[in-house]
């Protein structure tokens, strides 16, 4: 009973009372927030012995390396990053704190932890702002994954919300079943995953009518968003959240907010224009493990009308991809490099012939593209090829060997989709 009314204290709290007028209103929570959070948390961390006093911006910025390197003192219970992660693995607690780990997609494993406070605190929020209609209505949720976790099952400590887990890793067919004998009322999982059940709902081999469909974890493109709510006859939401924690979901209108009542967010401008920016975030809701301007790889869009939901939280345009998503070039004088953004080469590809609706791109070194295109037509690549010189020597860079390779390519829903992809 005292989980159920936790839960439903910070349900309601971000429902009705996190409510602010204009942006001067959101910024002076934020101070006032920041200011908490230094004295209460901050102060009694080793990592912030000489800082917690001073202002955020003297803070030195924090990555995944620096915070696996740094996380004894990072963290209320001094817990090194090599002690926790065996429990992590083991799914054991520590003085009721839950240990543990993201989905590890490059890298080691980010280690978390959080208290069940913070887990109800979680659940509390994504509840006010993704629930389609009032708490007291039931629902079936559907969340598709790699891992479970704690801060998931903790939803089901409400009798009138059922979580149901699909482990990615296993067979379609059996997802297939799933959803059809549970029929979700919300259904949350990476796009991919959300794309291939359009696809059966296509071909008539599933039939399922969620009140709400959610993406997660991956890029959303705009021609994967428009196929999978056609088929399902909705608009598509977006959950933005990582193992640094709940930072945005869409509204009503379908525009992506951020959290901006609980996580301060800076921006590291990525162009010229400030269309595109990393964000750099620092969450003061969280007391068990401090995330302090903590420079995320993501690429964030800046929507460049207001939304119509009048909301004064940062709106968002899409979640682009990665910073390693961005083709670098070297430019023509030899000393700098052009960047086309993820954005800018899905547009070439999709548009250089119309029989194109999927591709892969990854840059192996600074001279060399390898591609995939799903249209087999000679003709198709040589648009492709001929779009992609054009846009590189419009904008002075040193044009690369460009090699086709065969489609499809391997496909594991488990692993997150990376259209583009840079590692050199």
Not at 85 to 91: E, H, N, S, V
Not at 132 to 151: F, I, M, Y
């Amino acid at each position: 009973m005292r989980d159920k009314l936790s839960i439903l204290g910070h349900y309601l709290n971000a429902k009705y009372l996190r409510r602010f007028p204009d942006r001067a209103a959101l910024e002076a929570h934020q101070r006032r927030q920041l200011a908490r959070f230094k004295t209460e948390v901050l102060q009694h961390l080793p990592f912030f012995a000489d800082l917690w006093d001073k202002d955020l911006s003297s803070f030195p910025l924090t990555d995944k390396a620096i915070v696996q390197q740094n996380f004894a003192g990072l963290n209320s219970l001094a817990l090194p990053y090599d002690v926790g992660l065996p429990l992590a693995q083991a799914r054991e607690k520590v003085d009721g704190i839950t240990v543990g780990l993201s989905s590890g997609t490059s890298g080691r494993r980010g280690l978390f932890l959080v208290s069940d406070e913070e887990r109800h605190f979680w659940l509390g929020v994504m509840l006010a702002k993704a629930l389609p209609g009032p708490l007291w209505q039931k629902h079936r949720v559907v969340l598709a994954l790699s891992a479970n976790s704690d801060l998931y099952t903790t939803a089901n400590k409400n009798s009138r919300m059922r979580f149901h887990f699909l482990d990615l890793k296993a067979a379609y067919q059996d997802h297939l079943d799933t959803l059809t004998d549970v029929q979700p009322t919300i259904l949350i999982a990476p796009a991919q995953f959300l794309k291939k059940l359009a696809q059966s709902v296509q071909a008539g081999d599933l039939q399922i009518n969620p009140a709400r469909i959610f993406s997660v974890g991956e890029v959303l493109s705009d021609e994967d968003r428009t196929f999978i709510g056609d088929q399902f006859h909705q608009p598509i939401h977006q959950i933005y959240q990582c193992t640094e924690g709940f930072l945005g979901i869409t509204c009503a209108h379908g525009t992506l907010h951020l959290n901006e009542e609980y996580v301060h967010v800076e921006k590291e401008w990525l162009d010229e224009d400030k269309t595109r920016f990393n964000p750099i975030i620092t969450d003061f809701s969280r007391k068990t493990q401090a995330i302090v301007r903590y420079r995320m790889n993501d690429i964030l869009k800046v929507r460049q009308t207001p939304c119509a939901c009048g909301s004064p939280l940062l709106a968002i345009e899409k979640v682009e991809g990665r910073c390693d998503d961005i083709l670098k070039l070297p430019h023509t004088d030899q000393t700098t490099s052009v960047n086309f953004y993820p954005d800018d080469i899905r547009a070439l590809i999709l548009d250089a012939d119309p029989s194109i609706q999927d591709f892969r791109v990854h840059q192996s070194d600074v001279d060399q593209l390898r591609l995939r295109i799903d249209s087999p037509s000679p003709a198709a690549k040589d648009k492709v090829t001929h779009a992609l010189l054009h846009a590189i020597h419009a904008r002075n860079a040193q044009p690369p060997t460009l090699t086709f390779d065969d489609w499809p390519p391997a496909v594991d829903l488990s692993q997150k989709l990376r259209r583009i992809v840079r590692d050199c």
